[in-house]
């Protein structure tokens, strides 16, 4: 069992920049995919950025094409948390921003996360 718990979100100009933590408890967290998705309102959840572990200290993300070049994911398994660091807001960025983990690896696929967080809204306006 794993439980997510997610900060960080706020109010920020477009421009600016805010950076997300996800914190897991639970052990064996690096045995765990991570993703970051997102939902604005009245839209449907889209992920943001999938991270998998991939031994030692390295991992690979892989980012959605709107916030490529402007997101940084990383992953501390030692402090069981993974960092969104997002630079660059604009107002498509606007949304509940959610932390989920799988056991089955990294997924475009929402259903296929087993754990969620219970969100972070993330607000982009002047």
């Known amino acids: 069992q794993v439980q997510l718990v997610e900060s960080g979100g706020g109010l920020v100009q477009p421009g600016g920049s805010l950076r997300l933590s996800c914190t897991a408890s639970?052990?064996?967290?690096?045995?765990?995919?991570v993703a970051w998705f997102r939902q604005a309102p009245g839209k449907e959840r889209e992920l943001v950025v999938a991270i998998t572990w991939t031994g030692g200290n390295s991992y690979y993300a892989d980012y959605a094409a709107s916030v490529k070049g402007r997101f940084l994911a990383s992953r501390d398994n030692a402090k069981n948390t993974v960092y969104l660091q997002m630079d660059s807001l604009n107002h498509e960025d606007t949304a509940l921003y959610y932390c989920?983990?799988?056991?089955?690896?990294?997924?475009?696929?929402?259903?296929?996360?087993?754990?969620w967080g219970q969100g972070t809204q993330v607000t982009v306006s002047s």
């Open positions: 989920a983990a799988s056991l089955s690896g990294a997924h475009q696929d929402m259903y296929q996360y087993d754990y």
């Open positions: 639970g052990r064996a967290f690096s045995r765990y995919a």
